[in-house]
């Protein structure tokens, strides 16, 4: 798919989340690159295999919960270019260590209680960025029927809002339902048609919990009436503004 032409607000959103740095996060740089080896720089196990979090004699990666919710905030942010070096299974291998809390407590880490709100908000800003500039460029070279692709990279982004249990446990904080809401705005608006599903399929699961349902059926009418050719988009559209994806 051909990248379509940013508007003003896109490119606005775009130089605020490309700012986000180790530095500016107030983070070890050592801490962050550290991470990145342990979530990406990893063997992709043969077909059968288990990816090596699920080794219970892993060693596990040592820092606190604010230091993970900062590491995430870069990821996010810098994700087209710190995720460069690695493949698409290794990008999606990682990821999912990050989302799901089948194998650790990576996602749980922004919801400590030892982690300000401002921290937290600060990561989900950047969240959209990493589909905008890693997940949306890399899975453009093939389109194929919603859901049916079972890549580690893909299920990464078609599953995150439906496995991802940060916004789960906050989903009571008018700041996170705000954040969310801002964040499936953001990527509906995006030129990457995964993009878009993966915000469609987490609207149809979290769209009651955010609080604006007038708000939330005028947007998704509006994202509805702008799709041209795909009538499948148009259709889980129209299911996910009814809260039925599975």
Excluded at 57 to 66: K, V, W
Excluded at 204 to 217: A, F, I
């Amino acid at each position: 798919m051909k990248a379509k032409k940013l508007t003003a607000r896109e490119r606005r959103l775009s130089r605020e989340t490309t700012s986000v740095s180790c530095e500016s996060v107030g983070l070890d740089r050592a801490v962050y690159s550290a991470a990145l080896r342990y979530l990406f720089d990893r063997p992709v196990p043969e077909k059968g295999g288990q990816e090596w979090y699920w080794d219970i004699d892993e060693p596990q990666f040592e820092a606190t919960p604010l230091q993970w919710t900062h590491i995430q905030t870069v990821l996010f942010a810098n994700a087209g270019t710190d995720l460069a070096p690695y493949s698409d299974a290794q990008v999606g291998m990682g990821l999912n260590h990050v989302m799901s809390n089948n194998a650790g407590d990576i996602p749980h880490m922004v919801n400590d209680p030892s982690v300000p709100l401002v921290d937290a908000m600060r990561m989900v800003r950047a969240l959209p960025t990493l589909w905008r500039d890693c997940l949306g460029p890399r899975l453009s070279t093939e389109q194929s029927a919603i859901g049916s692709r079972s890549d580690r990279l893909y299920f990464v982004s078609y599953m995150w809002f439906d496995v991802w249990p940060s916004f789960w446990n906050a989903k009571h904080a008018p700041e996170w339902c705000d954040a969310m809401w801002k964040v499936f705005c953001e990527m509906l608006a995006m030129p990457w048609r995964e993009a878009q599903v993966s915000a469609l399929h987490g609207i149809g699961h979290e769209g009651n919990r955010l609080n604006r349902h007038q708000e939330l059926q005028a947007h998704m009418d509006a994202f509805i009436r702008q799709v041209k050719n795909d009538d499948e988009l148009k259709t889980y559209a129209q299911v996910a503004a009814r809260g039925m994806v599975q």
